[in-house]
């Protein structure tokens, strides 16, 4: 069962699975939908750490039965709970036996193999979110679930192409399907001819073919490019964001300022003239709210990549390009 099924609050929940990518996917949907129009950093509060330490159970289940402050929600999440030992687990499900009101507890799989009659204990009191998809039928309901409470809708051939080129790599499905709902709005039907630009090809390409692309709002064309450039061989996310972020905080230097052509944007960016008029001209498309977005949405990306989602390298820098596409194509002055 996905996070994306569940309507009614659990006061613990386990998520368990064989494949990293997929947990953190799940991990990231459920607590989206607890959390959510809160803000999470007074919600959301991890517990304990990851890595070969040892696990402080007290620790966690002090922060537990703390009650929420400021929000009616309080919601600890302790990762890697293969560290916990046979008297952890009692004392956890211990615990359970009177949960605390207001208060969720998110346990995640890692760090070794789960105490025997674990999961059987928390399904007692919870529930049990497990995204094992080792074998073809487990894959194949796995990939139907979530397309179910997608943000976007598949016709049937598009869902055939999706499963036909995701294989065994579902970890991509969560960052592919927000990528298309970026690209295209929530709610919309997505048919094969739609979704083929997001599967693209490989393929080394210049860094001002992609912000060519997102310069004129083409979503389509900026994903393929990207999906090119971090082809085997090609460009990290962080080189890509780097210069993206270049890109855009030129933009940011030239709203308001006082220059009336390419030469003078090139005099004040320090750059040659042709690339300093196209630069200007961006900037004159867009208004000072889509500028702050752009930068924004640059900036949380880089937060991405340093570990503040479970999504892989290509999928934060597929979302962001599919996001500045979007605010670049809707922006007029």
């Given at each position: ?11 613990v ?10 947990i953190?996917?799940e ?49 600890v ?24 009101s ?14 025997r ?48 080129h ?28 739609m979704l ?68 003078d ?6 750059i040659?003239a ?59 002055r």
């Amino acid at each position: 069962m996905s996070a994306a099924t569940k309507t009614t609050t659990q006061p613990v929940y386990l998520i368990s699975g064989d494949d990293p990518s997929l947990i953190a996917n799940e991990v990231r949907s459920l607590l989206g939908t607890l959390v959510g129009q809160r803000d999470a950093s007074l919600v959301v509060e991890e517990v304990g750490g990851a890595g070969n330490e040892d696990l402080d159970v007290g620790a966690v289940l002090d922060a537990y039965l703390t009650p929420p402050f400021l929000v009616d929600l309080r919601i600890v999440v302790v990762r890697d709970i293969g560290r916990l030992n046979s008297d952890d687990v009692k004392r956890v499900t211990s615990t359970l036996e009177n949960p605390p009101s207001g208060a969720v507890l998110v346990l995640v799989a890692g760090g070794g193999a789960m105490p025997r009659g674990f999961s059987k204990a928390i399904g007692e009191h919870g529930t049990v979110i497990d995204v094992a998809a080792r074998r073809f039928a487990e894959r194949k309901s796995y990939l139907a679930e979530h397309l179910r409470g997608a943000p976007v809708r598949l016709n049937a051939q598009a869902q055939q192409e999706l499963s036909k080129h995701l294989g065994e790599d579902l970890g991509r499905l969560h960052g592919l399907l927000e990528t298309l709902s970026s690209a295209y709005g929530q709610g919309v039907t997505v048919d094969a001819e739609m979704l083929q630009p997001f599967l693209g090809s490989r393929g080394a390409v210049p860094i001002f073919d992609l912000t060519d692309a997102i310069d004129k709002g083409d979503r389509a064309e900026a994903l393929r490019v990207i999906t090119r450039m971090m082809g085997p061989g090609g460009s990290s996310g962080h080189e890509i964001l780097a210069s993206l972020d270049y890109h855009f905080t030129r933009v940011a230097r030239l709203e308001g300022a006082d220059v009336r052509n390419g030469d003078d944007a090139a005099a004040l960016l320090g750059i040659a003239a042709y690339p300093a008029k196209k630069v200007l001209d961006l900037a004159r498309r867009m208004d000072s709210g889509s500028i702050k977005d752009a930068v924004e949405l640059v900036a949380n990306a880089d937060l991405d990549l340093k570990g503040m989602t479970g999504l892989s390298e290509a999928m934060i820098m597929e979302i962001l390009v599919a996001r500045l596409s979007r605010v670049v194509g809707a922006t007029k002055r």
